[in-house]
């Protein structure tokens, strides 16, 4: 069964300060999500990753993919107190997605 | 940005009762699916659904959930006697096979007292 991990669970950043963060998962998938959820509401698409080496990036976030290493991390750029919220990466196995447990983010000004 | 529209966007329901939540997925659409968020947790799977067919469930799906396509459009997840432990948001999410990626629509928050 596929296990997807984030690491941190929790950050907590000064605006302005660069951060990464780490999505591993334990079995080779052709594709990773990641997604933006605010407090109550539902997943905001991000990026989709499809192949080994893919960059993809959106304002102050860049995303990347080592599927060698099944490894994807969302850099975070000068943060700003708008990307307040929790980040989950999710990893595409069989018909499903499987979520890792989600980074809270707090980017404190 | 397509959009997948969920219904009701909160429930009320006690212990024992049944429930029917609702979704209007992307037109055209033959893949969809129904997860759940515990409040705090993480994004759990419960079914998958093509072609008016479960493809893949969770052991999370048990006995007490069905999920039906009742008319061509809306999709349903129906959990016949609620526990307190059903308490969660409800995401129906539809694929798109253009952009690759996967639209989740708003939740259902469903409490069960």
């Known amino acids: 069964e596929l296990k997807v991990e984030q690491n941190p669970l929790f950050l907590s950043m000064q605006e302005g300060k660069n951060y990464t963060i780490y999505c591993n998962y334990s079995t080779t998938s052709d594709r990773l999500y990641w997604y933006r959820q605010d407090p109550g509401k539902s997943l905001e698409s991000l990026f989709v990753l499809l192949s080994n080496g893919a960059v993809k990036q959106e304002g102050r976030l860049m995303a990347s993919l080592d599927t060698k290493a099944r490894l994807s991390t969302l850099h975070i750029t000068a943060a700003v107190h708008d990307l307040s919220a929790t980040y989950f990466c999710?990893?595409?196995?069989?018909?499903?997605?499987?979520f890792g447990a989600g980074t809270i983010l707090r980017v404190k000004s | 940005e397509p959009e997948v529209t969920q219904t009701p966007s909160h429930q009320v329901t006690q212990m024992g009762q049944e429930v029917i939540l609702r979704c209007v997925p992307i037109s055209n659409h033959l893949y969809f699916y129904w997860y759940r968020q515990i409040l705090g947790q993480k994004v759990e799977f419960l079914v998958s659904?093509?072609?008016?067919?479960?493809?893949?469930k969770s052991e999370i799906f048990d006995d007490q959930f069905s999920v039906e396509r009742p008319d061509g459009s809306n999709f349903t997840l129906k959990i016949r006697s609620t526990k307190l432990e059903d308490s969660a948001m409800y995401f129906c999410a539809s694929p798109s096979t253009g952009t690759s990626k996967a639209f989740f629509g708003q939740g259902t928050r469903l409490t069960v007292v």
């Open positions: 999710a990893v595409e196995y069989g018909n499903k997605l499987v």
């Open positions: 659904f093509y072609n008016n067919e479960i493809s893949e």
